[in-house]
């Protein structure tokens, strides 16, 4: 079975820092793979997706993720962390399911709440 | 306008009671998804509806019952709850499928759920 894996619960940063949310999977085949935020009280918004190609790829709010295939992993990353990202952040992997593959369903991680320090 | 809405935002009901949860996607998309959501847990997948048939259901209690009465409404009816089931129960919908890039999945904001 698929399973999505963020080892990081709790994560502090100073504002203007850098940032990187660990993420890795477990999946067969060549894996969709999403970040999604959730800030407090809201839903999940998407930041960014990967279905293939480029496995560098950019998201809203200046976030990126980079798919490596060796190591199963799609860390999350932002050069300079703003307050307002402090949220909680899920990865997911995403399959297909039901008759004949038509709908999609996403395994999420146990999120990474960020904190940021002024 | 969000192109997931849910109602009521937040609900508290006692274990006698009967209540439902609303969810309404404006995205023209073909896929509807209730999540629920507890503290220090992954979201849990309760059911899927696609082209308005139920796809799956994660063994989810019967006290919970889906509605998906057409492609852009989704319900959930509850009864007999326990206080357990107190959570945050998100709604998505997508249309399908991975191949085309598309397919993610777009929540509603959610619904707090407090069972006394």
């Known amino acids: 079975a698929q399973s999505v894996t963020q080892p990081d619960i709790h994560i502090t940063v100073s504002e203007g820092a850098s940032l990187e949310l660990r993420c890795n999977y477990s999946?067969?085949?060549?894996?969709?793979l999403f970040w999604y935020v959730q800030s407090p009280g809201q839903g999940l918004q998407l930041l960014l997706k990967y279905f293939s190609g480029d496995t560098l790829v950019q998201g809203i709010k200046g976030f990126e993720a980079e798919f490596k295939r060796s190591q199963s992993s799609f860390n999350l990353r932002k050069p300079s962390v703003h307050w307002s990202d402090a949220a909680e952040y899920f990865c997911a992997v995403g399959e297909r399911w039901g008759y004949g593959g038509a709908t999609n369903k996403l395994i999420f991680g146990t999120g990474t709440l960020l904190a940021v320090q002024p | 306008e969000t192109g997931v809405t849910q109602t009521p935002r937040h609900l508290v009901m006692g274990m006698t009671n009967k209540k439902s949860l609303k969810c309404e996607q404006h995205l023209g998309h073909n896929a509807m998804y209730w999540y629920k959501q507890s503290a220090k847990k992954p979201l849990e997948l309760m059911f899927v509806y696609s082209l308005e048939e139920r796809v799956e259901n994660n063994s989810v209690p019967s006290r919970f019952s889906p509605e998906c009465p057409n492609s852009s409404h989704l319900f959930l009816h509850l009864h007999t709850l326990q206080p357990e089931d107190s959570a945050l129960y998100l709604c998505?919908?997508?249309?399908?499928?991975f191949g085309q890039g598309t397919g993610e999945l777009f929540f509603g904001e959610g619904s707090r759920l407090t069972v006394l």
């Open positions: 998505a919908s997508s249309q399908s499928s």
């Open positions: 999946y067969g085949a060549t894996p969709y």
